[in-house]
């Protein structure tokens, strides 16, 4: 379960206050675009008991994820949140496109971050923050889990609105991720401008 427990490590190490927890929705969808989120969190033992059911967004049920979107704003010290479209993803590839998401996601915090935790092997050199990198982070610290469900939901929201826009595909459903349903619309209709151009089921024709 996620706790603050690497939060208050690197603060009791470093005398910091202000760490940030980062993470992305949507590396692996063929639509819609990756989103990344900062979240810093106050280290005390209230946040932590308030924000009790923050975990891995990915174990959540989406109602579940939409209450605790509005507490984690509520009571974050900070938070901030940036996207890349599919277009920018197709030009210059997914893992950069995430890094710059999540740069923007950085650059939105209202309180500057001190260091930053993000989740799996990702590093921000561009950013002149100490930072690490944490294999499935978003299961161990409480701001990566709080800053996966930012993403999650925002990029869910925005797959909801795109739905509407192009309801053929069902991205209402699958989020733009690659399951059958959506692999086969695009397979009957061909890919509309939120797919991701340059992934290999739109790239190369589907089977």
Request: with cysteine.
């Amino acid at each position: 379960m996620a706790s603050l427990a690497l939060e208050t490590a690197v603060s009791q190490q470093h005398n910091l206050t202000h760490i940030a927890g980062i993470d992305e929705a949507g590396r692996g969808a063929l639509a819609g675009p990756v989103v990344a989120a900062a979240v810093i969190l106050p280290l005390n033992d209230q946040i932590a008991t308030l924000l009790n059911g923050v975990n891995d967004s990915k174990q959540l049920t989406a109602k579940k994820r939409e209450s605790l979107f509005e507490l984690i704003c509520q009571h974050a010290l900070a938070y901030g949140i940036g996207q890349q479209p599919a277009s920018v993803i197709d030009e210059i590839g997914i893992l950069p496109a995430n890094k710059l998401a999540m740069a923007t996601a950085v650059a939105q915090l209202t309180h500057a971050p001190q260091f930053l935790l993000i989740d799996g092997r990702i590093r921000l050199p561009q950013l002149n923050i100490p930072q690490k990198a944490i294999v499935r982070g978003d299961s161990q610290s409480l701001s990566i889990a709080a800053a996966s469900i930012l993403a999650k939901v925002t990029r869910d929201r925005l797959m909801i609105e795109m739905d509407q826009q192009f309801p053929r595909y069902g991205f209402a459903q699958h989020k733009g991720y690659g399951t059958q349903q959506h692999r086969d619309a695009i397979a009957q209709h061909g890919p509309c401008p939120q797919h991701r151009h340059s992934f290999a089921p739109i790239r190369q024709p589907l089977l």
